[in-house]
């Protein structure tokens, strides 16, 4: 009986210890691939609660956790050629954050439309990227960058396909490029920027459904109507990337082209100026 009495004794002490253990690791905080931290983590879920330079744990509104950290380091090719050539057009003295409205002038007419094609949904992003025309015959095509510049009959797709965000940057033309890829392995994964269009008059055609898109964005991060986020790419979902199903317009970005600055981070750039522009609906899964 003793020896009984002994051994369950021995078992509660070690059920104590496991459940303070568990505790003690909750409190530290525990990232999405159910490692623990040595050092806590803060979590937020907006991503205005972020402080400069330190990673946090984002709780998004459908529920998952990301890792993040800002990457306010690095500043990109394309930034460097924005700005140290102020006659490339209006984008390059733009500021992000003065407005919600578009402003920049680059083939601002297809920029700001919709595609009159049906939308198809049954292509995976890989294979849009791999029927892509090549960019040199596509620019060839296009006549002007100025911003009475429609979409051609080439750019006439709608699609509507999953995909994964790993970085985004709102641009001085109040656009956001989101970088997408094609798997959720940043070893395996093809690149394509989607763009969370700046706003047209609101008199525009299509005003309705390109607020709706860029308040779908803005709810998923916490932002409101008027922030100011993301200046600068992140390095917010490298190891963890955001699935999406995206609905959008194809569009050649001429401009970005001729000047060969790169969309997007050196980890994670597409092969082409192809994109998707503007998205019409990004739905978080």
Known sequence: MKKLNLAYLILL????????????????????????????????????????????????????????????SQYFEEDKTMSSNKSLNSESSNQPCDGNEFDGSDRKAAKLSVSDASVDDNETLEKIIGGLMPDDEISSKITSTDETSNRISDEEHNYKFKAWIYTFKRQGDEDYHVIIGTTDNIKTAKFLNAEISGLPAQGSTYYTTLFNA?????????????????KSYTKDYMKNPIEVTITGSLFFDKFHYEKKSEIGPSWARGDSYWEIHPITSIVFN
Not at 32 to 48: E, F, H
Not at 54 to 69: C, D, E, L, Q, R
Not at 214 to 230: H, I, L, M, P, T
Request: charge should be positive; proline fraction near 5%.
């Open 13 to 72: 002490a070690s059920l104590f210890a496991c459940n303070n253990a568990s505790n003690n690791s909750e409190n530290k905080g525990t990232v999405p691939n159910g490692q623990t931290n040595t050092q806590p983590l803060d979590t937020v879920t907006r991503l205005g609660d972020l402080k400069t330079a330190k990673s946090a744990i984002f709780k998004a509104p459908n529920g998952k956790f990301y890792t993040i950290t800002p990457d306010t």
């Open 214 to 230: 860029r308040k779908q964005f803005y709810d998923f991060f916490g932002w409101g109507e008027n922030s100011c986020e993301a």
